[in-house]
C-alpha cells in the first residue's frame, strides 16, 4: 500500500489474489500518492487505472534496455513494485524471461532501505509454504516414477499415460477429485476443518487453525498417514504428536510458529540462481 509504481507481469490479481488487488485500488483510491499501475500481458479491468504496455516478451526486452516509455518512471519510482505471476516463470522460456524480470527489477530500484521492488504472485494454494520449508522439484520427467504420492493434488491432473506402465499412484486428501480418481490406492485425508493445520497466505503470514470436528470414517489428518507410512516403510519419522511435528517444522521454517508475523521473501536469489540455468 505504500508503493507509488506497480509493474504487472503475466498475472491477474483481481482473479489471481483479490486481496492484494483490493490493496492496490485503495491505493489507488485513498491515498495522497499518484499511483502509476502499468500491464504486461491481457488488458483487462483490474478495478483502477492502468496503463497496458503491451503483451509480449519484446515488451519486457524494451522495458529490460530502457527503451520502452515506462522505463523512465519505473527508474525515477521511490517505491517501485513489480509483481510477477507465477505462471509465467514455469513457460518452456521461463528461464529466459526470469534473466529479463530480474534486469528490470535492477532498474527499479529504492530509496527505501529494506524495499523488496521484485515479488512473484503464486497461484497455488499451500506452495509459499512449501517452498519455506524447502520443496523442490525432484525430477524433469515422470516417465520414469515408480511410486507417486498425490498430496491433495486435484486441481492440476497427471495424464496417467504420462507416468510409467508400473507406476503405482497414491492418492492423500479429502475432495476425492481427479487425482483420487487416477489412483491405484486412495489413502482418505481430513479436510481443513477436521484438522489441525498451519497455513501460509500469499504474504508469507503464518496462520494456525484448529479443528472444528473429527474426520469421518477411516480419514485420518494427513501427517498421520505420513507417519505410519514411513514406520511401514522402515523410516520412521521422528514425531509422534502435532506438537513434535511443530517442533521439527520451526527447525526448518522458525517463521511458520509465529502466527500472524509477516515473513520478509527475496526472490532475487532465485531468479539469480535460475540466470545460471541453461
Known amino acids: 500500500e505504500d508503493a507509488d509504481l506497480v509493474l504487472l507481469i503475466g498475472t491477474n490479481p483481481r482473479f489471481e489474489a483479490p486481496i492484494i488487488n483490493s490493496r492496490i485500488?485503495?491505493?489507488?483510491?485513498?491515498?495522497?500518492?499518484?499511483?502509476?499501475?502499468?500491464?504486461?500481458?491481457?488488458d483487462t479491468d483490474l478495478t483502477y487505472p492502468t496503463t497496458h504496455l503491451g503483451n509480449s516478451v519484446e515488451t519486457l526486452l524494451d522495458l529490460s534496455n530502457g527503451y520502452h516509455p515506462f522505463s523512465q518512471k519505473l527508474k525515477s519510482a521511490e517505491r517501485p513494485l513489480i509483481i510477477v505471476g507465477s505462471s509465467l516463470l514455469g513457460r518452456s522460456d521461463g528461464v529466459g524471461l526470469s534473466q529479463i524480470i530480474t534486469k528490470i527489477a535492477a532498474q527499479a530500484k529504492s530509496t527505501e532501505p529494506g524495499w523488496k521492488s521484485l515479488n512473484v504472485l503464486h497461484r497455488t494454494a499451500g506452495q509459499v509454504a512449501a517452498l519455506d520449508l524447502g520443496y523442490h522439484p525432484g525430477t524433469k520427467s515422470l516417465a520414469e516414477v515408480r511410486l507417486l504420492f498425490l498430496m491433495g493434488a486435484d486441481s492440476t491432473?497427471?495424464?496417467?499415460?504420462?507416468?510409467?506402465?508400473?507406476?503405482?499412484?497414491?492418492?492423500?486428501?479429502?475432495?476425492?477429485?481427479?487425482?483420487?480418481?487416477?489412483?491405484?490406492?486412495?489413502?482418505?485425508?481430513?479436510?481443513?476443518?477436521?484438522?489441525?493445520?498451519?497455513?501460509?497466505n500469499t504474504e508469507g503470514r503464518a496462520q494456525h487453525t484448529t479443528k472444528a470436528t473429527n474426520p469421518p470414517g477411516m480419514a485420518r489428518e494427513d501427517w498421520k498417514i505420513v507417519r505410519a507410512l514411513s514406520e511401514i516403510a522402515d523410516v520412521k519419522l521422528p514425531y509422534d504428536t502435532i506438537q513434535e511435528l511443530r517442533g521439527h517444522m520451526g527447525a526448518v521454517a522458525p517463521h511458520l510458529l509465529r502466527a500472524g508475523e509477516r515473513e520478509e521473501a527475496n526472490f532475487f536469489a532465485q531468479a539469480a540462481e535460475l540466470s545460471q540455468m541453461g
Request: glycine share 12%; aromatic share 6%.
Open 25 to 42: 485500488r485503495k491505493t489507488w483510491r485513498q491515498s495522497e500518492i499518484d499511483l502509476q499501475v502499468g500491464v504486461v500481458g491481457a
Open 157 to 200: 491432473p497427471i495424464p496417467r499415460s504420462s507416468l510409467h506402465p508400473d507406476c503405482v499412484v497414491v492418492y492423500i486428501g479429502s475432495h476425492g477429485d481427479v487425482g483420487a480418481a487416477m489412483a491405484d490406492v486412495v489413502l482418505p485425508g481430513a479436510a481443513f476443518t477436521e484438522k489441525s493445520g498451519t497455513y501460509a
